[in-house]
């Protein structure tokens, strides 16, 4: 499975983005689909998933009410709509897919995109 993320960009403080997971192979459909980000000099942390099954998401607390993950299989596309960002959500984002039901832990998740930047200036 190949997954190809994109829409990031700089944007400002309350500004909104969305990001696009593509993924190369429809069977990612029977995937949890996830989101992670990395602030240069952290470790990557959660953000959102998505359950194969459409009828579970999960937030990381710190995105909860402002973030929110869609899936579209018919276009083997997971989104993740940005609202109300501001500078402590500037990281390079991870769309990734794991074949666990459900999961937080990035250890999970087998296939990874390459990332794409969002920069929030305040």
Same mark, same amino acid.
């Given at each position: 499975?190949?997954?190809?993320? %994109?829409?990031?960009?700089?944007?400002?403080?309350? /500004? %909104?983005? @969305?990001?696009?997971? !593509?993924?190369?192979?429809?069977?990612? %459909?029977?995937?949890?689909?996830?989101?992670? @980000?990395?602030?240069?000099?952290?470790?990557? #942390?959660?953000?959102?998933?998505? $359950?194969?099954?459409? +009828? +579970?998401?999960?937030? !990381?607390? %710190?995105?909860?009410?402002?973030?929110?993950?869609?899936?579209?299989?018919?276009?083997?596309?997971?989104?993740?709509?940005?609202?109300?960002?501001?500078? #402590? /959500?500037?990281?390079?984002?991870?769309?990734?897919?794991?074949?666990?039901? +459900? $999961?937080?832990? #990035?250890? /999970?998740?087998?296939?990874?995109?390459?990332?794409?930047?969002?920069?929030?200036?305040?």
């Amino acid at each position: 499975v190949q997954l190809q993320a %994109s829409g990031g960009g700089l944007v400002q403080a309350g /500004d %909104s983005l @969305r990001l696009s997971c !593509a993924a190369s192979d429809p069977r990612t %459909s029977r995937y949890t689909v996830g989101w992670f @980000r990395r602030v240069p000099g952290k470790e990557r #942390e959660f953000v959102a998933a998505i $359950s194969r099954s459409y +009828s +579970s998401t999960y937030y !990381a607390d %710190s995105v909860k009410g402002r973030f929110t993950i869609s899936r579209d299989n018919a276009k083997n596309t997971v989104y993740l709509q940005l609202n109300g960002l501001n500078p #402590e /959500d500037t990281a390079v984002y991870y769309c990734a897919a794991s074949a666990y039901a +459900s $999961s937080r832990t #990035e250890y /999970d998740y087998d296939y990874w995109g390459q990332g794409t930047l969002v920069t929030v200036s305040s």
